[in-house]
């Protein structure tokens, strides 16, 4: 495995949809939306990191989130929280063969964890 990286950068918010569409046609990203609830995603070959557009499950205002590759989800997660970092979302797979999760630092900046 590589150093962790960058590898997904994530924009959800009430209209995953309009901002699809927003971002579509504000950077000319095409989109492949046969994923769970219509969430986008782009080609990394085109965008570099993937970047996935959706709606918020709960129809909170949303959020941007950048998600760091790691080689142990488990083992990251133990060393966020023993540094003064949360939890916020346990790891869990969305499917395609990752597990993501979600942490906060001391501050309650979130980051995006992935195991691939």
Request: glycine letters at 16%; aromatic letters at 6%; proline letters at 7%.
């Amino acid at each position: 495995m590589t150093d962790p990286r960058v590898i997904h950068f994530e924009i959800v918010g009430k209209d995953g949809k309009a901002l699809q569409a927003y971002y579509s046609a504000l950077f000319g990203w095409k989109l492949n939306t046969d994923n769970p609830d219509g969430y986008g995603m782009t080609n990394p070959e085109a965008t570099g990191p993937i970047v996935g557009i959706g709606s918020t499950p709960d129809g909170s205002a949303g959020h941007v989130t950048g998600y760091v590759t790691v080689a142990d989800i488990d083992a990251t997660l133990a060393r966020a929280v023993a540094l003064g970092g949360k939890v916020i979302m346990p790891k869990f797979l969305p499917g395609g063969g990752a597990t993501i999760a979600l942490v906060a630092d001391p501050e309650g900046h979130v980051v995006g964890l992935t195991q691939v």
